[in-house]
């Protein structure tokens, strides 16, 4: 039986919250994980008192007052479906705490315009939900938005826009806290979709095809399972059957990055399972991911990791973590 986690999670509701964002932290965060067989997190809600979820559609009660807050190692801070309602004093005061004592700080959707009322945003990258970006950047100005992005790892403070986006961030979080291996897992779980960088776009332009039956999902399998040769662009292009210009249109469109960024950000998460798995040689990782070299994979390790290589196997390890 694994011990209890001693990571804090505590997730803030407040009047107006959306039940879909209090619904993926809790799947994420608040449910027990015995097949991991590691410590998962301490899940806390709370609230400033009795409240009404979004629409009236059920009220709250009898879930841990504010204070919770004081001993969270990870906050995350309520968002408003009225972005123009300002959060209650109580909730921006006890934000305000956290981040002086050093929590992490996350939001869902229009739960950035709670952080930025605390004042805890300002000089910080920050993203919410694309219908709501012009009002957050005239209200507030010192927070250095980025509108078109699912969310925004900036550190100690993590934003994500619209609310399926929410999921995309907490498996990161995971991702950063347990590793590739057990995010992976927790997405098997969910049926979701194991790992969307965060600089993908938050929706696309033609979100309905005009021909039927043309999803990359068969040239994306047929890559994964051949990561260590050394594919290009045009490479797709042809098991897609379609010149690499249509093949990029479809992947902004179907997947919403640029086909070589995908390919990279797979060959990466490929090189964390092979390190979590206790793979020693960075030279083998490098070929059997098809990064080449183990100074190409050091460089993008670190780009979407933030972790050098013998960080991250310290950090991730079976070896380490088991």
Known sequence: MPQE????????????????????ATELFGLRRPELGR????FTLCAPGEVVMHAG????SGIAGLEAVERADTVIAPNRPDPETPPAPAVLEAIRRAAGRGARLVSFCTGAFTLAAAGVLDGRRATTHWRWAELFRVS?????????????????????????AALDLGLHLIRRDHGAEVANAVSRRLVFAVHRDGGQRQFVERPVPEIR???????????????????????????????????HRRFHTE???????WLTSERVALACRLIERG?????VVARATGLGTTANLRTQLRRQTGLTPSAYRE???????L
């Open 279 to 283: 793979e020693p040689s960075l030279d």
């Open 315 to 321: 950090r991730f390890a079976r070896s380490c973590m």
């Open 213 to 247: 039956n043309t999803s990359l999902a068969p040239v994306l399998a047929w890559a994964q399972e051949r990561l260590d040769r050394p594919l290009t662009v045009a490479d797709l292009a042809a098991r897609a059957a379609v010149s690499p210009a249509t093949l």
């Open 5 to 24: 986690s001693s990571h804090r999670v505590v997730m803030i509701v407040d009047d107006g919250s959306n039940p879909f964002e209090l619904g993926v």
């Open 39 to 42: 410590p998962w997190y301490d």
């Open 255 to 261: 997947v919403g990055t640029t086909p070589l960024a």
């Open 57 to 60: 559609l059920f009220r709250m």
């Open 140 to 164: 507030f100005p010192s927070v250095r938005l980025q509108p078109d992005v699912l969310f925004v790892d900036d550190g100690d403070v993590l934003t994500a826009a619209g609310s399926a």
